[in-house]
């Protein structure tokens, strides 16, 4: 079945900073890639996703790239504010399969 | 519009009871899941179920079984709890159109306590 990796698992920048997450799957069939933000106590929800007929994806401060070739995407979030400190996830999908298998997820936190 | 919906918030059970927790969504969702998060280790799929009357296993499905005998509900059950299914639990629904996966939304968790 489906593996998703992703790093790091904790991830402290300073306000204004770039920050990249990054993910790797193992089913080359997996064709939806979405990320989750989850703060503290609250639920996951979507901030972006992907598909795999896209390359990238952008949405104001939020950009999203996906290499098919080495089974790999990564989350970018430019001139991060304090209010993104939380919880990511990325996550991988196979609509023959209907299923959503996440990674471990990564801290990020954004200091002023 | 509620969204997903979890029964209850949070519960405190002793090993070797059981007990239900309810998942209700009122968009009118095909899928739906059963997800555990715990530190360190994400969100990892227990059961889930791509229609009425339909369920399957994920990747963690033992001591957990499941029910959709409604679209709207979807089940899971504890029949003897155990102190290593201490975690927070997140229901989940999601449709696709045209074969195009959507996006999951999220109930607001059960944090459950087994001692």
């Known amino acids: 079945g489906e593996n998703v990796e992703q790093h790091p698992s904790t991830l402290s920048v300073q306000e204004g900073d770039s920050a990249v997450i990054k993910c790797t799957y193992s089913d080359s069939a997996s064709n939806y890639f979405p990320w989750y933000k989850q703060e503290l106590g609250k639920r996951p929800q979507l901030i972006i996703d992907?598909?795999?007929?896209?390359g990238e994806k952008k949405d104001q401060r939020i950009a999203v790239t996906l290499n098919k070739t080495a089974k790999h995407f990564s989350l970018h979030i430019t001139e991060t504010q304090p209010e993104d400190s939380a919880v990511y996830f990325c996550a991988a999908s196979n609509t023959g399969f209907q299923k959503l298998v996440f990674g471990t997820g990564t801290r990020l936190l954004v200091s002023p | 519009n509620a969204g997903v919906t979890q029964t209850p918030k949070f519960r405190v059970l002793k090993t070797g009871q059981s007990m239900t927790l309810l998942c209700a969504q009122d968009m009118n969702h095909e899928y739906m899941y059963w997800y555990r998060q715990d530190p360190g280790m994400g969100l990892r799929l227990i059961h889930y179920s791509v229609g009425e009357g339909t369920t399957a296993k994920g990747e963690v499905p033992d001591g957990y079984n499941v029910s959709r005998l409604k679209k709207q509900n979807f089940l899971l059950g504890l029949e003897s709890a155990a102190p290593s299914q201490t975690s927070v639990y997140f229901c989940a629904s999601s449709y696709s159109v045209g074969g195009e996966w959507t996006e999951a939304f999220f109930g607001q968790g059960t944090r459950l306590t087994v001692v």
């Open positions: 992907i598909r795999s007929n896209v």
